[in-house]
């Protein structure tokens, strides 16, 4: 089974490219603002390189945030648009899961506005993903608060 996984919904822009569970080739790059301009790119010299087609492709796995609304888009749509075009299973999975992978840790995003995105993540199962906001400033007494988000 040929997989695609692709993230772009947050600062890095990661393609990659697994046959039968094996990593063949992954391209990660930093570069929140440029998702949409380099995602099929990549994709295209991942899929040469490997003497692959689309239609090769037997499933994506995209990340579905949270995140950078716009980042989430843009493999969502690339994924939708495969599967107008074929057979393509397309799975999708938290982005804090993702980071984690198969570990048993704690998941955090940077969401901006100083706010980060946590979960706690046990073999790969995110639990109780939250968007928190984290203290600042000089006074080290600063209590930080909680809103529930998800």
Known sequence: MTSLIMDTSNQYLMVALYRDGQCLEMVQE???KRQSENAIPYLSSLLKKHQ??????DEM???????SYTGVRVAMTIAKTLSVVSSIHIKVISSLAAYAGLKTCVSVIDARSQ????CACLSALCHGSRHVQYCTGKSHSKKCSQNSKR
């Open 115 to 118: 706010k980060v995105f946590v």
């Open 52 to 57: 692959l087609q689309l239609l090769d492709i």
């Open 61 to 67: 796995i995209i990340t579905k945030g949270p995140g």
């Open 30 to 32: 930093l570069g929140s």
